[in-house]
């Protein structure tokens, strides 16, 4: 199992196409040139307006391919993002998710606890996918706003089906290569502390 414990080592660059769509779609001035950057925007977003995430808007009733293994049971997300999310959020100090490779097929673990991230097999990757419509943001204010909505059909439609668990940037590649979102390769040990800056509600 590969062991990534240094979670604040070094800095994601975005692809140029997802940069223009991210900043297209939270109203940014100009593309943000690293992940960190434009999650700084986004997690502004929620502070402005007083928005919290919770383990509700997170978990799925029906079973889906990512799995959060919590408290002696499975709960399941609609996407890898969200499995991860709900781990940062769950009060155990060490969570795990298991999300299946849209191509390969196979499992990809990822350990989550309060200093490291363990990620099985070695060079696994996680994406970030969208769809999104910059007029479908705008009509209820921002990125936050919209991430939040009660009715999540277009959020599993624009967002969720695109972000999910590689076991290898060459299942990514072939994946990406076929797929009708911009999307951005990431390191599960990059991800989760920005997943910590996300304000959690209770709801």
């Not at 769950?90 to 191509?103: A, G, K, L, N, Y």
């Not at 007029?135 to 972000?163: P, R």
Request: glycine residues 4%; negative net charge.
């Amino acid at each position: 199992m590969d062991t990534e414990s240094d979670l604040t080592n070094g800095r994601t660059e975005l692809p140029t196409d997802f940069a223009e769509h991210a900043a297209a779609v939270t109203d940014l001035d100009a593309p943000p040139a690293t992940l960190e950057e434009w999650w700084t925007a986004v997690v502004e977003q929620y502070s402005t307006n007083d928005l919290t995430v919770g383990l509700t808007h997170l978990y799925s009733e029906s079973p889906t391919r990512h799995e959060v293994h919590v408290n002696g049971r499975i709960r399941y997300t609609y996407c890898v993002l969200d499995a991860l999310q709900a781990a940062v959020f769950e009060e155990q100090d060490t969570v795990t998710v298991r999300s299946i490779d849209p191509v390969a097929a196979t499992p990809v673990t990822i350990t989550v606890s309060n200093d490291a991230v363990e990620v099985s097999p070695e060079g696994a990757l996680i994406c970030f996918g969208s769809s999104l419509d910059v007029e479908d943001i705008k009509a209820v204010g921002s990125l936050a706003a919209w991430s939040v909505q009660e009715d999540n059909t277009k959020i599993q439609a624009s967002i969720c089906q695109y972000t999910n668990a590689f076991e290898s940037e060459a299942t990514y590649e072939q994946w990406a290569s076929v797929t009708d979102s911009v999307s951005a390769p990431l390191s599960p040990a990059n991800v989760v502390p920005l997943l910590r800056k996300v304000p959690q509600g209770h709801n």
